[in-house]
């Protein structure tokens, strides 16, 4: 995805764009995963995958605003990613809303529901496959959106990619695609997201200035 890095010396870049890059690199798969689980039926899968996306996403914006915090996001003495970008999600509750409605409300938690079933005195379970939409669309759209939102900061995280103009053209016409995808529809849910990406975007740029 990001093929403008390929024959340069990767010491020309400071440690913040080289983790950001492989936040991307480490999204980009993950998404792919999580698209794939809720086409083939699995969306409490998918959900806890869209769950890391937006966690990566956060953390993008939350090194790129402060980059001289790297010790706040990497725990290099017992090898983990902290929760460190508290102040970003603040700025962004809107996006933690969203994503907190899906993941923590157990819609689509079938295991509960078959333990629940499985407790009642002589109950039987009967296996069937059946296309459920409104679980399909939740979770489709909710990994859409989040590929949405880091393609919408790309430019603002990796300034370089504006001088290749060949690629910035693709990327613009996948935004606006994606984009116009979600101002159409009709829930207020989603355009109070959307209308979170200018904000992220906004806060990286002032933050070069």
Avoid at 30 to 36: G, H, K, R
Avoid at 137 to 148: D, K
Avoid at 167 to 187: D, P, V
């Amino acid at each position: 995805t990001l093929r403008w890095f390929s024959g340069k010396e990767w010491n020309k870049y400071p440690s913040t764009k080289l983790n950001c890059l492989l936040f991307y690199a480490e999204a980009i798969n993950t998404i792919y995963a999580a698209m794939d689980l809720s086409y083939r039926g699995y969306y409490s899968e998918s959900m806890a995958l869209a769950r890391i996306v937006y966690e990566t996403f956060v953390r993008v914006v939350f090194i790129s605003v402060f980059p001289g915090r790297m010790d706040e996001v990497f725990d290099l003495n017992k090898f983990k990613i902290k929760n460190a970008e508290q102040d970003i999600k603040i700025e962004l509750y809107e996006m933690y809303q969203m994503l907190s409605n899906f993941t923590h409300s157990h819609k689509v938690d079938v295991t509960a529901q078959l333990a629940d079933l499985i407790s009642r005195p002589g109950a039987s379970i009967q296996v069937s496959a059946a296309y459920d939409e409104d679980r399909f669309t939740g979770t489709h759209n909710l990994v859409l959106f989040l590929l949405w939102a880091l393609i919408s900061i790309l430019p603002e995280v990796f300034q370089e990619l504006e001088a290749a103009s060949e690629w910035m053209a693709e990327h613009k016409f996948l935004e606006a695609e994606i984009g116009r995808w979600f101002y159409a529809l009709q829930k207020d849910f989603w355009k109070k997201a959307a209308a979170q990406l200018p904000i992220a975007r906004d806060r990286i740029r002032m933050a070069r200035t």
